[in-house]
């Protein structure tokens, strides 16, 4: 849930990105703090356990105020995708404003990624929240990977859901920032008309978006791809 701090005059947002195991959920991380201003983005913390890793990115501090003064902060984090880890996912969706959710492309992953969800909408549901009233991107990882469902397969998906689906390869950057751009214009336009973020607080969309997606000078260099790893 956004929190509103007016002594601070800050706002904050909870992302979080999900999805199975070995999706690329910590590679998109790894991709957006290399991609990302240094100006704009905050320290990556990655917190290991022996099996997967759970990261907290903070986009912190934002250069940027409203007309009425108050600054902007978005949290990253990522839930752990092993199957044993149901309770730390369930506590990193509490008070979620918004979720990239990870599949994995390749064909053989089609059972995990459909689990994965259903995981996530339970998860939610323990936590009061409903999967079908949350801004809710999907992102399709992994496309350079053989065997991987067709463009037009995914296209379909769109087609049948809700959510706005993003296609990427996070190991070369492609399409990270795409989706998390989408997921927050998505959250923003969901809280505005739930809020009336824009109109109380003097902030727009595109600056809202603009403003915290700032790219680094040297985004796109090929030798700041991250490797390949496990979210």
Do not use: C
Not at 24 to 40: F, Y
Not at 73 to 84: D, E, H, I, N, W
């Amino acid at each position: 849930m956004v929190q509103i701090n007016l002594e601070q005059r800050e706002i904050t947002l909870k992302i979080v990105y999900y999805g199975p195991a070995l999706s690329g959920k910590t590679t998109n991380l790894q991709a957006i703090h290399q991609l990302m201003d240094p100006t704009v983005r905050g320290r990556l913390m990655v917190l290991d356990t022996s099996d997967d890793r759970t990261l907290f990115f903070d986009l912190m501090p934002v250069f940027f105020r409203s007309r009425s003064g108050f600054s902007v902060k978005v949290k990253l984090f990522t839930a752990p995708g092993q199957v044993m880890h149901s309770s730390t996912r369930r506590v990193v969706l509490q008070a979620a404003d918004g979720i990239v959710f990870v599949a994995d492309s390749q064909r053989s992953m089609t059972r995990a990624n459909n689990d994965s969800w259903r995981d996530m909408a339970h998860n939610l549901k323990q936590n009061g929240l409903n999967v079908q009233e949350l801004p809710v991107v999907i992102q399709f990882n992994k496309r350079d990977l053989p065997d991987v469902r067709s463009d037009e397969e995914i296209d379909e998906v769109a087609r049948r859901g809700r959510e706005p689906v993003f296609k990427a390869v996070a190991l070369r950057g492609e399409g990270v920032m795409e989706t998390l751009a989408g997921l927050l214009r998505f959250t923003w336009r969901t809280l505005d008309a739930r809020h009336g973020l824009s109109s109380k607080l003097h902030i727009e969309e595109e600056e809202f978006i603009t403003s915290l997606l700032r790219l680094s000078p040297t985004a796109g260099m090929a030798d700041q791809a991250p490797g390949r790893s496990a979210p």
